[in-house]
């Protein structure tokens, strides 16, 4: 797999119909990624990164790995996101729409200022971390199924109009 490791950060950088496999990034600052037009991404590892102002529109993500990395001001619509993890990862100002999620593993993660809007959750696990959690995030007319929350705390959080099947919650304070 090759190694990127970016000494400058990165800014405005915009991937339309892209192809982006086999990258492992560690340690940078991005400010302004867009990725759209049936673009995808697949096993690719970010660690240790921060990203800001990152969108997201009708793209594919696959095996992917995202670790110690933290979210700002990210929007994804009318994606897929399949088979990935992200662990001990910092999230705020997150807006997921008409996104779809398969087999993804949220670790230790803090989510703060969120929604998931018209959203598809199938197989997802989300691992809290009790100090954080998931903070003002709303939930709004999406559907889980096969959705397990374990050791997660929401705080300020609102779940509307979400068609639940197949819900597994544990050790999780409201």
């Not at 800001?52 to 619509?77: H, I, M, P």
């Not at 939930?139 to 397990?148: I, K, L, R, T």
């Amino acid at each position: 797999m090759p190694k990127i490791h970016f000494i400058s950060p990165l800014d405005d950088v915009t991937l339309q119909k892209a192809t982006v496999n086999d990258v492992t990034v560690n340690g940078t600052k991005c400010i302004g990624l867009h990725l759209s037009d049936d673009s995808g991404v697949s096993d690719v590892s970010l660690s240790g990164c921060a990203l800001k102002d990152v969108q997201f529109a009708r793209s594919r993500w696959s095996d992917y790995s995202v670790n110690g990395t933290r979210l700002e001001q990210v929007t994804v619509a009318g994606s897929v996101l399949a088979a990935g993890r992200l662990m001990a990862v910092s999230a705020s100002g997150v807006r997921l729409d008409g996104a779809n999620f398969n087999s993804v593993s949220l670790e230790a993660m803090r989510l703060a200022d969120a929604a998931f809007v018209n959203c598809r959750l199938n197989d997802v696990r989300f691992t809290g971390r009790k100090a954080g959690g998931i903070e003002r995030t709303r939930f709004e007319n999406c559907a889980f199924s096969n959705v397990q929350f374990t050791g997660c705390t929401f705080t300020d959080c609102t779940l509307r109009n979400v068609d639940v099947s197949d819900l597994e919650v544990n050790d999780v304070d409201f």
